[in-house]
């Protein structure tokens, strides 16, 4: 199975600023099935990039998503007061797993 | 407009079996476009996916390998609706419980249900 290591734990930043986010995976991730999600307190997941790059609908042109083989980055170009929350990368080439995350604060 | 209803009882005996029930509306569970999942959350497990369920000519299940031996997921076609059931359960399934969709387009899960939390205790 593939395991998948999030760096930093938590990131304190300003609004305004260029978060990046890092995802490694054990073994490369083929196909490009890689996704990241937002999570706030007391709410559901919301997938934000499928397929590494791809904002899924709805999702504001400041978040990114880049990478290949076991290195991806999560980029939020201009942090909004919105944006900070928990992220999580989730690959689905072997099975299904997820990171365990990233607290992006204030 | 896609939406995932979860039922089930929130408290379950350890050794007993866990077992919730997602209601699809605005979807089909039978549709060739999307699996059906469970994934839980817990503080020492956190995001863990568990299985899915999905039609593909005939029905097709996955399980993570960390539960493989104790779950079944279960479409139920009549009611647009799947289960989850986890036999055998102990405090470290204690957890909270979501089901998703997955589209194919997406191969990510896009609709998530409210959540319930369950909790294995005497």
């Known amino acids: 199975e593939i395991v998948l290591t999030q760096s930093p734990g938590t990131l304190s930043l300003s609004p305004g600023e260029r978060a990046t986010l890092s995802c490694r995976a054990s073994?490369?991730?083929?196909?490009?099935?890689l996704a990241w999600y937002q999570q706030k307190p007391g709410q559901t997941p919301r997938l934000l990039i499928y397929g590494v790059s791809n904002r899924a609908t709805g999702i504001p042109d400041r978040f990114s998503g880049s990478g290949s083989g076991t290195d991806f980055t999560l980029t939020i170009s201009r942090l909004e007061p919105e944006d900070f929350a928990m992220y999580y990368c989730?690959?689905?080439?072997?099975?299904?797993?997820f990171g365990q995350g990233t607290k992006v604060e204030i | 407009q896609v939406q995932l209803q979860q039922s089930g009882p929130g408290l379950v005996k350890p050794s007993q079996t866990l077992s919730l029930t997602c209601a699809i509306s605005?979807?089909?569970?039978?549709?060739?476009?999307?699996?059906w999942n469970w994934i839980r959350q817990s503080p020492s497990r956190g995001l863990e996916w568990l299985g899915r369920?999905?039609?593909?000519?005939?029905?097709?299940?996955d399980y993570a390998v960390s539960v493989k031996s104790r779950i079944t997921i279960k479409p139920d076609t009549s009611k647009n609706q799947f289960s989850l059931q986890l036999n055998s359960v102990t405090p470290e399934d204690t957890a909270l419980y979501y089901c998703?969709?997955?589209?194919?387009?997406?191969?990510?899960?896009?609709?998530w249900g409210q959540g319930t939390m369950v909790t294995v205790s005497s």
């Open positions: 998703a969709r997955e589209p194919n387009y997406y191969a990510a899960f896009d609709i």
């Open positions: 989730q690959q689905y080439d072997n099975s299904r797993a």
């Open positions: 605005g979807d089909s569970v039978s549709s060739n476009g999307a699996a």
């Open positions: 073994q490369s991730v083929s196909s490009s099935y």
């Open positions: 369920t999905y039609y593909r000519s005939r029905w097709y299940n």
